[in-house]
């Protein structure tokens, strides 16, 4: 599995009955109570957002990002809470004297079209503010000073968007883009809060539990065109949450923005199937065992114009029943799969040869590509005897990135991994289980940029593909695990690296 990230290209926080803009902070504060520590009838935020799906679109369109042998994709939008760092901030206050929010429902809904379900979507600015309160106060004096307010608080502004206006010249249909007592009526009902489509909803038992909202069907049916005209999501209490009067404080639970200046910039993270687990070294009889095409023109991975077939060949150029017509699936630009079971042979060890037809770049036929494996006898797969099996020691080598480069933001690398022997210079292996993460380092705590991944296995080595256009400029490291005899050795930092601006 690997994964893409998708980030915001806009967003905001608008409050309840009022025309204060926050586009610029940093944090996302969703409160409701109290307003200004007041006795009043109910306050509260809603977070809304919109996300930059293009490059994600691009790549699966030139099937870099493929679903032809993926089981599933999936897609999760997460967000990190601002307090989920000190175990302290807990049921405590913050400095404006809003209590953290705990035991709680937050939605994930879309924002409606100008008529609901159909029509034009609604366009919306992120606007230039910061604050959520106005800083400016007039003038006054006292026995000891003379206080003027500064001519202008360039923090705070009611440009749109806000709780009424969408843009400057346009209102959104319904303030605060719905109603959450389901009290509108007649063509209008189509923005009460039972009429929104719910994407998702999440709990937090604590409040300083990170957003982790599930947005796989969501994105795949924009990915496909079956929704169109989306021009974003919110995220906001339950109406049971907001509709809460005469509370005497307000309680709050604050989310990093895409403005924040921290690591933790909000995203959607694109999980998808491209790992390659090539067995033509180790190709075993009766076993499930997968082969692989690679496609190149002039040294860049080329897709076909369709997927080929296989045909399974013995040493006599006879076709073996039953392994002809073969079905590929596309695992990424250039890769394509097959997957043989219940290959078997009179005599093994035997040369099988693997003929792949069908083949066409650009209206263009190419001849067919005839590979060749031996095919193994099972008994090889397996070690048994009167001795334990003692776990493995590995030692790794890489190319394709030098320890502690500095990466041009952007720039895609292909990291080969020598899997050997630890102590030893030429003992190299094929078949290992060997995974990889990535992450960055804050203080004592790491921050987890790519969880365990299992690197790519070919004929020629382990690799692993180091995309950094989805990453944000730091110093990242990666580790490497192996699994051998009930034991999972981590080699911690194997690699280093830093991802640095253009200019």
């Not at 509260?44 to 870099?64: G, Q, V």
């Not at 937090?204 to 005209?229: K, Q, R, S, V």
């Not at 339950?238 to 309680?251: A, C, V």
């Not at 009766?286 to 690679?294: D, G």
Request: charged share 20%.
């Amino acid at each position: 599995m690997s994964i893409y990230k998708s980030y915001f290209n806009r967003n905001n926080t608008i409050v309840y009955n009022s025309d204060v803009n926050t586009g610029r902070n940093p944090v996302a504060e969703l409160f409701f109570g109290s307003v200004d520590n007041l006795i009043s009838p109910k306050g509260y935020s809603r977070f809304i957002f919109d996300i930059d799906l293009d490059e994600l679109r691009n790549r699966i369109s030139n099937n870099t990002i493929s679903t032809g042998c993926s089981k599933n994709i999936t897609h999760t939008l997460r967000m990190t809470n601002s307090s989920s760092f000190d175990q302290e901030l807990l049921n405590k206050q913050w400095s404006n004297g809003r209590r953290r929010a705990t035991s709680f429902d937050l939605i994930l809904f879309r924002i409606p079209k100008v008529s609901g379900t159909t029509g034009q979507g609604q366009i919306w600015d992120e606007g230039v503010g910061y604050d959520y309160y106005d800083a400016n106060t007039t003038n006054s004096f006292d026995s000891m000073f003379y206080r003027q307010s500064p001519p202008n608080d360039k923090s705070y502004s009611t440009r749109p968007s806000n709780w009424f206006n969408s843009q400057t010249i346009s209102g959104w249909t319904t303030p605060g883009i719905y109603d959450n007592t389901n009290s509108l009526t007649g063509s209008s009902a189509v923005f009460n809060y039972s009429a929104l489509t719910i994407v998702d909803v999440q709990h937090f038992e604590f409040g300083n539990e990170d957003i982790e909202f599930d947005m796989t069907d969501e994105i795949n049916n924009i990915l496909t065109g079956a929704t169109t005209g989306t021009t974003g999501w919110g995220i906001a209490f339950r109406p049971e949450i907001e509709n809460i009067t005469g509370l005497t404080e307000n309680s709050s639970v604050g989310f990093f923005t895409r403005h924040t200046q921290t690591f933790y910039e909000p995203y959607l993270e694109t999980n998808y199937d491209d790992l390659i687990q090539d067995d033509r070294n180790i190709f075993y009889e009766t076993k499930q065992n997968k082969l692989y095409l690679y496609s190149y023109a002039q040294g860049q991975p080329q897709s076909l114009d369709a997927n080929p077939t296989v045909d399974l060949v013995d040493i006599n150029g006879d076709q073996i029943n039953g392994f002809t017509g073969l079905s590929t699936c596309q695992v990424t630009k250039g890769v394509y799969e097959v997957t043989i079971s219940g290959l078997t042979a009179t005599t093994v060890p035997c040369m099988v040869y693997d003929t792949w037809k069908g083949l066409s770049i650009n209206g263009t036929s190419i001849s067919d590509v005839e590979n060749e494996f031996v095919l193994r006898p099972l008994s090889d797969f397996y070690q048994i005897g009167s001795t334990n099996q003692e776990p493995s020691l590995y030692g790794f080598d890489f190319y394709g990135l030098k320890q502690d480069e500095k990466i041009l933001g952007g720039d895609i690398r292909k990291v080969g991994v020598i899997v050997k022997k630890a102590y030893t210079t030429r003992e190299v292996l094929n078949k290992v289980d060997a995974y990889y993460r990535i992450y960055v380092r804050e203080g004592t705590t790491e921050v987890q940029v790519q969880d365990w991944t299992e690197i790519n296995r070919t004929p020629d080595g382990h690799y692993f593909i180091l995309d950094t256009s989805d990453k944000i400029p730091n110093e990242y490291f990666v580790d490497l695990k192996v699994n051998t005899d009930r034991e999972v050795n981590t080699y911690k930092r194997q690699i280093k690296f830093q991802i640095v601006d253009r200019k």
